[in-house]
Nanobody, 123 residues
Framework: VQLQASGGGLVQAGGSLRLSCVGS????????GGWFRQAPGKEREFVAA????????YYADSVKGRFTISRDNAKNTVYLQMNSLKPEDTAVYYC?????????????????WGQGTLVTVSS
């Protein structure tokens, strides 16, 4: 499975962006999907995850109520809709996929990673 993330950019605080992660490979629709982010000088942190069917989602407390993860398996794509963005959301956002998850939030549980897309939120 190969992943390609896109949709980042510069936005003002309070604005919105939608990130996309397109997967290649026949097994993509059988993987759980996740989004992580890494700000300068900080460790990579969990943002959101979704089961292979889309029936289960999980969010970090810092984004709950503002971000929505979804997927369209017919398009091999996982989305992250980000609303009410804050300057502290500024980071490189990475999408990831996992064949089997024991923990939503641990980066080590994910088998495949995209290249990252930069989100900058200005105050």
């Amino acid at each position: 499975v190969q992943l390609q993330a896109s949709g980042g950019g510069l936005v003002q605080a309070g604005g919105s962006l939608r990130l996309s992660c397109v997967g290649s490979g026949r097994t993509f629709s059988n993987t759980a999907g996740g989004w992580f982010r890494q700000a300068p000088g900080k460790e990579r942190e969990f943002v959101a995850a979704i089961s292979w069917s889309g029936g289960t989602t999980y969010y970090a407390d810092s984004v709950k109520g503002r971000f929505t993860i979804s997927r369209d398996n017919a398009k091999n794509t996982v989305y992250l809709q980000m609303n009410s963005l804050k300057p502290e959301d500024t980071a490189v956002y990475y999408c990831a996929a996992a064949a089997m998850l024991r923990s939503w939030v641990l980066p080590t549980e994910y088998d495949y990673w995209g290249q990252g897309t930069l989100v900058t939120v200005s105050s």
